[in-house]
């Protein structure tokens, strides 16, 4: 079997769609979870067309309330 990767940027290929439509209290939360990954440095800020490697971010949220970013 042949395998070839591309590695050549955009990789992967940046998104064209717009972000889903969140309800207000899943808004805050995924608000809460960015800042306190920003607070920590281990996201950033980017520009509208900086080219970076990017991933979808998911929240989790449990049957008790709590949530968690992915």
């Not at 309800?23 to 980017?46: A, G, P």
């Not at 900086?50 to 049957?63: A, D, F, K, R």
């Amino acid at each position: 079997m042949k395998l070839y990767l591309d590695v050549e940027r955009p990789y992967p290929p940046m998104l064209r769609r717009p972000p889903y439509l969140e309800n207000l209290e899943t808004r805050k939360e995924i608000e809460k979870h960015i800042n306190e990954l920003l607070d920590m440095d281990v996201i950033r800020n980017i520009g509208h067309n900086e080219i970076v490697e990017i991933t979808t971010p998911v929240l989790i949220t449990w049957h008790d309330g709590k949530s968690r970013l992915c």
